[in-house]
């Protein structure tokens, strides 16, 4: 049981993200009222959220 869930670890660590449209959501820092900030931007068609779960 202990390896298996060192295996789903590895896993989540790489987890991705699809927009509605398909699309990959990449994780983005843009400036926004002069601080740095993280936005989750579909590669596909630019949509912007600032979590990826919010593209459902
Ligand atoms: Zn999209």
Do not use: W, Y
């Not at 990449?26 to 912007?48: D, I, Q, T, Y």
């Amino acid at each position: 049981m202990a390896q298996v869930s060192k295996n789903s670890r590895t896993q989540s660590n790489t987890q991705v993200f699809h927009c509605t449209c398909g699309g990959e959501i990449k994780m983005r820092s843009v400036f926004s009222g002069g601080k740095l900030r993280n936005v989750a931007e579909c590669e596909k068609c630019n949509r912007r959220e600032r979590k990826p779960s919010d593209f459902h």
